[in-house]
């Protein structure tokens, strides 16, 4: 199995900036897509960014042109940088992998505990 850590949230006036990180530990694994996922109170959880293990980047809309996810493989790490900040994007932010068991091929879908994101206006 694979364990996801995230950090990085916080409260931030709208605006401002935070980088969220996700890091991936474990053993005899590999990690395949990896992504950002927020859900706010009362709605679903949405993809933000994902990033396949080619390096292919897919955001929201709603994120274009301020949020920005990069992943270093070698360290099993992502991250997410966000500015320009809105109140709208207030949610908890969930870090998401897909990833392979080497030993039996088994695939899994991991998340996170999530990290809370509060952007005040």
């Known amino acids: 199995q694979v364990q996801l850590v995230e950090s990085g949230g916080g409260l931030v006036q709208a605006g401002g900036s935070l980088r969220l990180s996700c890091a991936a530990s474990?053993?005899?694994?590999?990690?395949?897509?990896m992504g950002w996922y927020r859900q706010a109170p009362g709605k679903q959880r949405e993809l933000v960014a994902a990033i396949t293990s080619g390096g292919s980047i897919n955001y929201a809309d709603s994120v274009k042109g301020r949020f920005t996810s990069s992943r270093d493989s070698a360290k099993n790490t992502m991250y997410l940088q966000m500015n320009s900040l809105k109140p709208e994007d207030t949610a908890v932010y969930y870090c998401n992998a897909a990833s392979t068991d080497w030993a039996t091929g088994q695939e899994f879908d991991n998340w996170g505990q999530g990290t809370q994101v509060t952007v005040s206006s």
């Open positions: 474990g053993s005899a694994f590999s990690i395949n897509t």
